[in-house]
């Protein structure tokens, strides 16, 4: 699903994202709907991350 949605591998966001947002989704009750915000959050803050160094 990341990858459709951010049409991006996940290993370029970090080794530990899709850890992460396992542990995310679980804590949610698998919410589907959650865990795309949190993909979406993931996608902004690394784009900002990068525009700022």
Request: no cysteine.
């Amino acid at each position: 699903m990341f990858n459709y949605y951010t049409k991006q591998p996940l290993d370029a966001f970090g080794r530990n994202k899709i850890d992460e947002l396992h542990q995310k989704f679980i804590r949610s009750g698998f919410n589907i709907e959650k865990l795309l915000v949190e993909i979406s959050l993931v996608a902004v803050n690394y784009q900002q991350d990068a525009n700022n160094k």
